[in-house]
């Protein structure tokens, strides 16, 4: 079993990143494989509705890292995707990336758990994890919660260890999702099959 943990921040290695860190060693300790994937800190574009990805199933933008990340996604079982809080919202680099990936990809997602979690100096965090969160829930992907909402707090990687609750919040996040991928896991061991899903149909408020 396999996470793949997203890093939505312009640092490779700064706060989003610990958090994800603290993230992947319990994972780690539960017996789950891990991998964090860098979105970049080269500007990636917006989605541009062209329509390539519902044939290919890639984006036709090879020059940022969407399509690097698309081609995990069938062998990963569940996702951590982590921003900075950026104006009270998720960077300007995981908006983009997540509206590409969902577009090009979302069934590959369904029925595939998911966290977000942010990280801020001070404020904002509520607004940029709801964001997140809203990628999921038109996806079919389990939710995985924490005992208090995915944040830290902290303006370097050093700041961010000493936020306790924050790190505490990280390790529950990560033992929620082992025990929620084990249960799958022994579900379909056991014959519970995934659930169907329809031809969509889309009304666009027209009856
Ligand atoms: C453009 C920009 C906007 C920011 N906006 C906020 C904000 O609204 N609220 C906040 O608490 N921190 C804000 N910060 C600080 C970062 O969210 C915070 O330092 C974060 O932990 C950095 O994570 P990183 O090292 O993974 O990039 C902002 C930083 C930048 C660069």
Known sequence: MKVLLVN???????????????IADELQRLGIETEEFWCGNKAIMGCIGCGHCTETK???NDKDTVNDFLEKVAETDAFVFGTPVHFAGTSGFIKPFMDRAFCSKASLFFNKPAAA????RRGGAQGAFEDMNRYFTIACMPVVSSK???EVHGNTPDEVRQDLEGMQTMRQLARNMAWILKC????RNAGVQLPEHEIPVKTNFIR
């Open 148 to 150: 208090y909402w995915n």
């Open 184 to 187: 799958i896991e022994a579900g």
């Open 8 to 22: 939505g921040s312009q640092h490779n290695n700064g706060c989003t990143h610990t958090a994800l860190q603290e």
């Open 58 to 60: 890639r984006c036709w």
């Open 117 to 120: 979690i942010v990280s801020c």
